[in-house]
């Protein structure tokens, strides 16, 4: 099975430079073929990534968009059967919609034994609310399709720029995973897993919760003969099946049937999981750039392990940036919590899980509302 990641972006939001890293520090023992498709006549960045010892093939007679559609799908037909490569990368044009070149590599998925893997946008933080503005129905479109939403230059912005530029990326797009620190303090490795699907904090929570329930039985030796256990999600780490069936229902037009790996990640929404009739309990999660201080992360774990003010909380646990340097890892049962420092994550990221659990409030008790 050969992997198909396509990483798009707007003109000059970063997408070679990610490449790169991605190659760099990743990809080195994989056999790659990059795909590019330029704007215009010269493909600008094909000597740099050649560098690499990557088999480039360009395509620079239009935009994958409009009328490359057709020629699009043979080429990487050939490609394929020729190179055989263990994963496709595909760059396509800055102008171009995400979209349209989902539905070529669908195409092709019918003929070739290939996989839509990751749906990456790359943005300028920077630049968005402006290319938004300019540039809507493409920008938009890159940005509605991702799975995996990738920020570039965001240690050249404010705290407020960044906030508010994932907010708008938010707006148009609830359950891609944002990557908001500078690529220079996360390793290629933590990105892949993003990109794959494979780094939901909401999944691991769940996994401990369903690992402690399950020893706990075997040390009671509680025999119960329930079909369905308080913490099944069946929540399955292969990248092709997770299936969230969430209450709210966010339709993605994704057109890539099960290949859509937007529920990967946990996100700024609440998840219903309704197993027994007297079994039901939410898991919340949520996305933020925002720096917090000690102080403020030890308020709120302290508030939800030893009061029922925001529900009755079974589980908490996060990643978030310190306003002094550094980051803040979190982790709560009812009366206990442990806050430590730790590596840098892609984002910061807080998992709540319990029942009567209000989003609002959570987020007001966090300071993110």
Known sequence: MIKI???SGFLGAGKTTFIKKMLDEVYKDEKIALIENEFGEVGIDGGFLKDSGVNITEMNSGCICCSLV???????????????P???IIEPSGVGKLSDVMKSVIDVEKEQDVKLNALVTVVNAKKASKQM???GEFFNNQIEFATTI??????????????????QMQELNKKAAIITTPWDAIAGEQILK????????EMKVLAEEAHKKEEAEHEHEHHHDHDHDEHEHHH???HDEHEH?????????HDHGEHCTCGCHEHDHEHHHHHHADDVFTSWGKETPHKFTKADIEKAVKTLAETEEYGSILRAKGMVENVDGGWIYFDMVPGEYEIREGEPDYTGRLCVIGTNVDEKQLEELFGIA
Do not use: M
């Open 5 to 7: 990641d396509i990483i």
């Open 194 to 201: 993003v990109i794959e699907g494979q780094d939901s904090l």
């Open 70 to 84: 057709g020629d699009f799908g043979k080429n990487l037909n050939e490609v394929i059967t020729a190179y055989k």
């Open 150 to 167: 990738v920020l570039s230059r965001t240690q050249n912005t404010t705290p407020e720029q960044l906030e508010l530029c994932v907010k």
């Open 236 to 238: 399955d780490h292969d």
């Open 245 to 253: 069936h969430d209450e709210h229902e966010h339709h993605h037009d």
């Open 133 to 135: 503005k300019a540039f």
């Open 86 to 88: 263990d994963r496709i």
